[in-house]
């Protein structure tokens, strides 16, 4: 199983970036797929998910009209547009595979938000 973010970096408040993560070794649309993200010093929270099929998001309060999750069954791949960054939204950003048995993580991706 492999789970591989990209599409991290730094970037000016108000700006936007668009998070990916490719899925390998497992049957991607039987998976809810989340992200996930840990700011320095503070526990590691959910940002947004999505059902395998994609019918259904949930998001953050903290990120609701600003984050867009989505995903392509096709290409094994679970997308987070993040726009309006702000200082707060910097953090390690992790892709979460799950079913109800198991969870998979990815590595993570630096997102950082600073003038």
């Known amino acids: 199983v492999q789970l591989v973010e990209s599409g991290g970096g730094l970037v000016q408040p108000g700006g936007s970036l668009r998070l990916s993560c490719a899925a390998s070794?497992?049957?991607?649309?039987?998976?809810?797929m989340s992200w996930y993200r840990q700011a320095p010093g503070k526990e590691r929270e959910l940002v947004a998910g999505i059902t395998g099929t994609g019918d259904s998001t949930n998001y953050a309060d903290s990120v609701k009209g600003r984050f867009t999750i989505s995903r392509d069954n096709a290409k094994n791949t679970v997308y987070l547009q993040m726009n309006s960054l702000k200082f707060e939204d910097t953090g390690v950003y992790y892709c979460v595979a799950r079913d109800l048995f198991r969870a998979y993580w990815g590595q993570g991706t630096q997102v950082t938000v600073s003038s």
């Open positions: 070794g497992f049957t991607f649309s039987s998976y809810r």
